[in-house]
């Protein structure tokens, strides 16, 4: 069973549209984090959340983490070709503090945004 | 750019081998971590070291093994390697004394094949 569960796997919209994908848990978090990973690197960080209910935006996307902190929601407003890549959230793997774990990875949503 | 890199972005060898794969981190980084991605598995932890000493497990097979070095640059050994063995490898570094945050930051990565 994994941790984080990422819908939908896939997704191709058209330049323009709006979208939302989703991380769920059955576990409670006290922060996660979002990542995009484009073909042939490494992921990079987008945001962390960490107070449930908490929105953060970052220019067309907005980020919020649910009100129980065991899920969150990305959305794109207005979806340009630069976004397509794989979103990955994440949370801490290990119980000890400071950010000394490695983090657990959902599979991600494959996004494609067609001109 | 991250800032992290790793060497070599490419490597094709056969079962049974052995690699090794290296790994700068962030200027000032003392964590680093090791993860690798494949379509089945997705991105998973597999080792950190935080200053030249292990400091969390992962999902790392018993053929496989890490080290960090007094200069903090890490190398991961893969031994007896498998056909399944082939992924992509990230490092990820973290923890620069004074950060507040738990961001890791990914290199790009070595293609692993085996044949």
């Known amino acids: 069973t994994q941790l984080l569960e990422q819908s939908p796997q896939f997704l191709s919209i058209q330049e323009g549209e709006n979208l939302t994908v989703y991380c769920n848990s059955s576990?409670?978090?006290?922060?996660l984090q979002w990542y995009r990973q484009e073909p042939g690197e490494g992921p990079v960080l987008l945001v962390t959340v960490v107070t449930g209910g908490e929105v953060k935006k970052l220019k067309r996307l907005t980020f919020q983490f649910g009100d129980a902190r065991k899920d969150s929601s990305l959305h794109i407003t207005a979806a340009q070709p630069g976004d397509t890549g794989l979103y990955l959230c994440a949370v801490k793997a290990g119980r000890s503090g400071g950010g000394a774990d490695g983090l657990t990875f959902g599979k991600g949503t494959h996004l494609i945004i067609q001109p | 750019d991250s800032g992290v890199t790793q060497t070599p972005k490419h490597l094709i060898t056969a079962t049974g081998q052995r690699v090794t794969l290296r790994c700068s981190p962030r200027s000032g980084d003392l964590s680093v971590y090791w993860y690798q991605q494949s379509l089945d598995q997705g991105l998973q932890f597999l080792i950190q070291y935080y200053n030249g000493e292990e400091r969390a497990k992962g999902n790392i097979l018993e053929r496989f093994s890490a080290q960090q070095f007094p200069d903090l640059h890490s190398e991961l050994n893969l031994s007896s390697l498998e056909l399944g063995d082939s992924a992509l490898y990230f490092c990820a570094s973290s923890g620069t004394p004074g950060s507040s945050s738990y961001e890791q930051y990914f290199g790009p990565g070595t293609r692993l094949t085996v044949t």
């Open positions: 576990s409670v978090f006290s922060s």
